[in-house]
């Protein structure tokens, strides 16, 4: 068994899409972000990071196997299984490239540009301006990716699942994929598989319905190292 730690957000969706996809048990354990679930001691001793997704396997001989960021969570989980992933060395090579190149470009690219468009409407033009045009730089990348092939890798592989959440939300973080013929047709075929339908949904009473509240935004915004410690004491 796999215990999930999971909030419904685009991060989350990578791993709830790959555990469908492979159709492995797991139990749900919702971690609130913004009640500050993220922050608690026994939390953190498996995310570290104070943020979710994280796994811990169970099913493994000794101690169980925790694993924290998304794209050393599916790969993990591609390893464990053998599915979704090539496992020769150019396969090896080109899955890491767009697991690295998703979590170090179009995540914190997108994640950044969800804060201003969600969060900070009014002011922060710089700042806002600065994620958008990265985010639109990124769906550029897929877009010239795509142009010769169905897929980011030669098949469906974790490489798609960890850089379709954020193109997925599209719409509502300002971007029209018009310009992007290529990559609308990935999302859109994509979107169309029950296992990716059935992760997205996960979770989904928990979604916000309404603008953080105060405590809300103390808890998300302006997190520091000092913050974390003191939550910690
Ligand atoms: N690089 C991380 C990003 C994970 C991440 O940013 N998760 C957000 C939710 S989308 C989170 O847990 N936020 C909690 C917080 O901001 O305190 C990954 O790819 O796993």
Redesign the pocket.
């Known amino acids: 068994m796999i215990d999930f730690y999971y909030?419904p957000?685009?991060?989350?969706w990578?791993i709830s899409i790959m555990l469908e996809e492979c159709g492995l048990e797991y139990n749900l354990i919702p971690?609130n972000?913004g009640k500050g679930e993220?922050f608690a001691p026994e939390f953190l001793k498996i995310g570290p990071?104070?943020?979710?997704?994280v796994i811990v396997d169970h099913d493994v001989e000794g101690e169980p196997v925790s694993v924290?960021?998304?794209?050393a969570?599916l790969f993990y989980l591609a390893n464990k299984t053998g599915k979704f992933i090539d496992q020769s060395p150019h396969g090896i090579k080109e899955t890491l490239e767009w697991l690295f190149w998703q979590?170090g470009n179009q995540?914190p690219g997108a994640?950044n540009l969800s804060h201003f468009v969600n969060y900070a409407p009014d002011g922060q033009d710089y700042s806002k301006t600065r994620y958008a045009n990265e985010y639109n730089r990124c769906l550029g990348v897929l877009e010239r990716r795509l142009q010769d092939r169905d897929y980011i890798l030669n098949t469906y592989s974790i490489a798609d699942m960890i850089c379709w959440p954020w193109v997925l939300i599209a719409k509502p973080l300002g971007q029209s994929l018009d310009d992007f013929p290529n990559v609308a047709k990935w999302r859109n075929d994509i979107k169309l598989r029950p296992a990716v339908q059935r992760g997205v949904d996960l979770g989904k009473e928990f979604r916000r319905s309404a603008p953080p509240t105060e405590q809300e935004r103390k808890?998300?915004f302006n997190?520091t190292a000092q913050d974390i410690k003191d939550k910690n004491n």
């Open positions: 909030w957000t685009p991060n989350g990578k971690i972000i993220q990071n104070n943020r979710m997704p924290f960021e998304s794209g969570i979590t995540g994640g808890i998300l997190q």
